[in-house]
C-alpha cells in the first residue's frame, strides 16, 4: 500500500512541476526572445532613421561622419550599408549587391515607402541576424536607403543558457518532489497504518485503541474524531454488556416470580378442583390465588408501560391535580402495605398548591416511590411534602428506612435494577422497572427527579413539576 501510495503521490508531484516548469520556461523563453530581438531591431531602427536625417544635412561631404557612424556601431556589432535608388552600394566602398540581400517583395515594399523588418534571419547571411532596412523618398520616389544587420549569435547563446538553467531547475525540483514524496507518503502511510490496525482491533471487539492525533492537519482532525467515536463504542459496549447481564438476571428473577405463583395457583386449583383442601381453608386458598394472580398481573402492567412510554405511544391528559387530595389517595391506598410493615405515612402541602399533570400517572409516580419507600422501611415513616418555588411545585417524598449506599444511587433509575435481591420476596416493586417507569413519567411532564440517600439514614425523593 506504502509502495502505490508512494507512486501516485510521486507521479502526481512530479507531473505537475514538469508541466509547470515546461510551460513557464516556455512562455518565458518567448518573451526573452521576443524581447530581445524588439530591442535589437528598435534600436536598428533608430540608428537608421538618425543616419538617414544627417545623410540628408550633410550631402554634400558625407564620408566623414558615415566613418564615424561605422566606428560607433561597429562596437555595437552592427553594420550598415546605404544605397541609392538603384540599389547600387554607396557606402562602403565594397562589392555588395543589395538587390540580392532584399527580395524583390521586400525591395517593393522600401519602393512604397515602408520599412523591412526581420527578426531573425538566418538563411541569407549566413549567421543569424536581425535586419531592418529603411527607405529614403523624395515624395513617392525611392532615392535611396539603408540596411542595417546585427548578429544575435550572443542573444541566442544567452537565451540557450536561460533554458540550460531551466532544465537545471527542473532536474533540481524533479529530486526535492521525489524526496518531499518519499517523507510525506512514509508519514501518511504509517498513521495509515496506524488507523488499520485501530480498526482492526475494533473489529475484533478490542476497545482499548488509541490513534495518534498530535498533528493540525485532516488526518489529525480525523484521528480526534476516530478516538472520540472509540470512546462512544466502549461506552455503548459497556453499556450493552450491562444492560445484557442485568436482562439474564431479569429473566431469571421473572422465570423465579413466575414459577413461583404460577405453581401456587395450579396447586390451589388442583387442590380445590379435586377437594383436597378442606372446605374451611378454600377461601383462604382463593385469596391467595388472588393475591399471586395480581402479582402476576402488575409484572405484566409494568413491562408494557416501560415499552410504551419508551416507544413514545403514551398519551398524557394534562390537568391542574390538588397535591393534597393526590396525596390522601396515595396515602389511603398504601396504608395496608405500610401497616404490615409498622409504618406510619404522613402527608403535608397547602391547599393552593395545584400539580399541572396527568392524574393517573402522577399517581403511578406517587405510589411506585413510596411503595419503594415502604419496602426498605420497618417500624418506622414516610412523609410526602409539597411546596412551590418560583418555577415550579417541588414534591418530597421523605423515609427513614435503611436508605440505599451512596455508590447505587445513579443505578436505580436503570430498568432491571434492584439495589437489595430480598426485593423480589415482597409483593410490589419486586421486579425492578418501578423506579424507572418513574423516571421516564417525570421527564414526560418535562419535569426532573432526584434522590439523596446514605445508608442507614433514610431516602429522600424530589420531584419537580414545571407550573402550568
Known sequence: ????????????????????????????????????????????????????EDVSIHEESPQTFLNKYSKLLEARNIQYILFDSNADIIYPNVSMDPSIR??????????KGESVTILHDIKRFEQEVSLVALPSMEGENITGGILLLSPISTSLKMIGQLNQYLLYTIAIAATAAIFLSLIFSRNLSTRVRAFRKATSMISSGDYNVNVPDDSKDDLGYLARDFNEMVVQLKK?????????NRRQKFLADVSHELRTPLTTISGL?????????????????????????????????????????????????????????????????????????????????????YIHADYDRLIQILINIVKNSIQFTENGWISMRAFENEHDICIEIEDNGI?????????????F????????????????????????????????????????????????????
Open 269 to 353: 386449583a388442583e387442590g380445590i378442583k379435586n377437594q383436597l383442601i378442606p372446605e374451611e381453608e378454600v377461601d383462604k386458598g382463593m385469596n391467595l390465588i388472588d393475591r399471586e394472580a395480581k402479582r402476576l398481573i402488575r409484572l405484566v402492567n409494568e413491562n408494557l408501560d416501560y415499552e410504551k412510554i419508551r416507544s413514545n405511544q403514551l398519551e398524557l391528559h394534562m390537568i391542574d391535580i390538588q397535591a393534597i387530595e393526590v396525596f390522601e389517595v396515595v396515602s389511603e391506598q398504601l396504608l395496608m402495605q405500610a401497616d404490615e410493615k409498622n409504618n406510619q405515612i404522613y402527608i403535608e402541602a397547602a391547599d393552593d398548591i
Open 417 to 468: 435494577y434492584k439495589a437489595d435481591s430480598s426485593r423480589t420476596n415482597s409483593y410490589f416493586g419486586e421486579f425492578g422497572i418501578g423506579l424507572s417507569i418513574v423516571k421516564q413519567l417525570v421527564s414526560l411532564h418535562r419535569g426532573k427527579i432526584d434522590v439523596q440517600s446514605e445508608t442507614n439514614n433514610g431516602t429522600i425523593f424530589r420531584l419537580f413539576f414545571p407550573k402550568k
Open 102 to 111: 532584399l527580395s524583390q517583395k521586400e525591395w517593393e515594399k522600401l519602393s
Open 1 to 52: 500500500m506504502r509502495n502505490k501510495y508512494f507512486l501516485k503521490l510521486l507521479s502526481s508531484h512530479v507531473l505537475i512541476l514538469i508541466l509547470a516548469f515546461l510551460l513557464m520556461g516556455l512562455i518565458f523563453s518567448q518573451f526573452v526572445r521576443s524581447y530581445i530581438f524588439e530591442n535589437k531591431v528598435e534600436e536598428l531602427n533608430e540608428y537608421g532613421q538618425q543616419i538617414l
Open 236 to 244: 455503548s459496549q459497556e453499556e450493552i454488556e450491562r444492560l445484557e
Open 403 to 415: 436508605g440505599i449506599d451512596p455508590k447505587e444511587v445513579d443505578w436505580i433509575w436503570e430498568r
